[in-house]
């Protein structure tokens, strides 16, 4: 079974001026489909840069990094497109559009999707935001949800185009301990049934037990 996400080797640093500080440092990495795997370790050992790298939002700057099968190291706009269509991103700030309501948030990632007619948009957006605890917040605006509530719409845009590749950035750090339990609970369906592989950073110790495999990063190292 060919891996989802394969990393060899990767190194990344963050320049300014004429300095340049290393934030990763040799990385190797496999994640397999329908596996998920939790990134835990200290703030600024570098596990959201290895997320936005993995999720195309980075470019990559030395070693191999393989996405659904593309190298991302020198990829095209065009083809780079391709590979974050197929990706999931759950953010620690929900990043949400103020002018659109839950269910416009969510359809967004459908229109990513040429495959799936547009008169499904309203059922899926719908559905999903149901098993997100939202059944009747589809026609609410942003400023009229809580923070958690703001945060599960957030979730609903991740899952609600069944990605390959689901990356989550400290998902629960806004919800309560049910809300949370709820969602985690989601994205370990998702992965069951369909195959999706997870990465998902936190620090949040009650959401472990979903993890197939708990990764620790150091000093932007992987630690064995």
Sequence with gaps: MEPTVTVRKLNHAFSQGSLSKPVLSDVNLDIYPGEIVILTGPSGSGKTTLLSLIGG???????????????????????????????????????????????????MSLKLHSEIPKREYRQRAVTTLAAVG?????????????????????IARALVA??????????????????????????????????CSVLLVTHDNRILDIADRIVQMEDGQIKK
Excluded: M, W
Excluded at 141 to 151: E, F
């Design 162 to 195: 069944q990605p390959k590749l689901l990356l989550a950035d400290e998902p629960t750090a806004s919800l309560d301990s049910k809300t949370g339990r709820d969602v985690v609970n989601i994205i370990q369906r998702l992965a069951r049934e369909e195959r």
């Design 134 to 154: 939202l059944a009747d917040k589809a026609d609410s605006y942003p400023a009229n949800l809580s923070g958690g509530q703001q945060q599960r719409v957030a």
């Design 57 to 107: 939002l980075r470019s990559v700057q030395e070693g191999s990094l393989k996405v659904l099968g593309k190298e991302l190291l020198g990829i095209g706009k065009r083809q780079l497109t391709k590979v974050r269509n197929q990706i999931g991103f759950i953010f620690q700030h929900h990043n949400l559009l103020k002018c659109l309501t839950a269910y416009g948030n969510v359809r």
